[in-house]
């Protein structure tokens, strides 16, 4: 992992576990970079969006409405050293053991339905993810009940699991910027 990729990750795990009252709104921002330094340029979303929709579909629609001002030439204009975007939101992890495939197909097919809540195992857990204009994906989760705090930062590759966080993300990154960004395996139109 580079320095830069070091030092998005330390800000993003920074903001997971900033001191906050929980179920609080998501937050959507873009990452900018001065130098070697990232900064979190958070973006004005109304509350009521948020109510809309689940959080990560309401960040599929705000990353296809850029895109779509984008295409006609009304892309917002992009922060000094605009170098990704972060999504902020609260939601239910279960936490099983990988090499038990049964408890990882349950696990699956709950997230699949979005139904994590109805598991009394569930935990609640604060997320941020982020993309970068290098195909790079963070994300970093801190759990309620423990105050443990989990961070990963993945290449983009080919047949990598991406999902409607990471594509809205690239999307946006994409659209203000008015640039390609590495494929993912499953898209939002661009």
Known sequence: MSRIQRAIMGLLESEVARPREWDGPP???LIAMEGATPHLAPLRVPPFVWDADRPPQVLEAI???VNAAARRGRAPAPPQGL????FFFEGW??????????????IHR?????????HPDRVEVRFICAVDRAGF???????????????EVQRNRTGQSAGTIP?????LVAAILGVDLP???????A
């Open 93 to 106: 992890q279960l936490y099983n053991d990988p090499a038990d495939p049964e408890a990882m197909a349950r």
């Open 27 to 29: 937050g959507l921002f």
């Open 137 to 151: 994906s963070y994300q970093a989760a801190l759990r309620r009940d423990t105050g443990e705090l989990d961070s």
């Open 183 to 189: 494929p993912r395996p499953s898209g939002l139109g």
């Open 110 to 118: 709950l997230a699949g339905q979005h139904r994590l809540y109805t």
């Open 83 to 86: 170098h990704g975007a972060a």
């Open 167 to 171: 594509e809205a993300l690239d999307l």
């Open 63 to 65: 990353a296809e409405g």
